[in-house]
C-alpha cells in the first residue's frame, strides 16, 4: 500500500523557517504541498513533476521551495520567511504514477495523502 510519511512540523516565529519532509514508499512522478486551515477550503502550496518543474501559490512565492530526492523517495518543502497567515495543517500529497508530467497545485489533482503535519507560525 503506498504511502506518505510527513514530517518536520512545529511553532515558530514570525520571519522563521521551517523545512517539511515526506517519506514516500515507492517512486511516484508528481508530488505537492496542499494546507488547510480548519474551517477552510485546502490550498495548494506547491507541486513538482517528474522534471522538477515547480509551481508555487501566489501567497508563498519567493519564500517556500519545493523539492524531491528521487534517490531517498523524500519530498521537501523549505519555507522562510513564515507569516502567521502560515499556520495550517501542511499534507503531503502525490499521483499513483510513475512518471507524471505537471506540476499540480489543486488538491484535487492527487490521489494519496499523508497525514498531515502542523505549523504554526506566532506573531
Known amino acids: 500500500q503506498f504511502q506518505l510519511v510527513e514530517s518536520g512540523g512545529g511553532s515558530v516565529q514570525a520571519g522563521g523557517s521551517l523545512r517539511l519532509s515526506c517519506a514516500a514508499s515507492?517512486?511516484?512522478?508528481?508530488m505537492g504541498w496542499i494546507r488547510q486551515v480548519p474551517g477552510k477550503e485546502r490550498e495548494g502550496v506547491a507541486g513538482?513533476?517528474?522534471?522538477?518543474?515547480?509551481t508555487y501559490a501566489d501567497s508563498v512565492k519567493g519564500r517556500f521551495t519545493i523539492s524531491k530526492d528521487n534517490a531517498k523517495r523524500t519530498l521537501y518543502l523549505q519555507m522562510d520567511s513564515l507569516l502567521p497567515g502560515d499556520t495550517a495543517m501542511y499534507y503531503c500529497?502525490?499521483?499513483?504514477?510513475?512518471?507524471?508530467?505537471?506540476?499540480?497545485?489543486?488538491?484535487?489533482?492527487?490521489?494519496?495523502w499523508g497525514q498531515g503535519t502542523l505549523v504554526t507560525v506566532s506573531s
Open positions: 513538482i513533476d517528474s522534471l522538477a518543474r515547480t
Open positions: 500529497a502525490a499521483r499513483n504514477t510513475f512518471y507524471c508530467s505537471g506540476p499540480f497545485l489543486r488538491s484535487d489533482d492527487y490521489s494519496y
Open positions: 515507492a517512486t511516484t512522478g508528481c
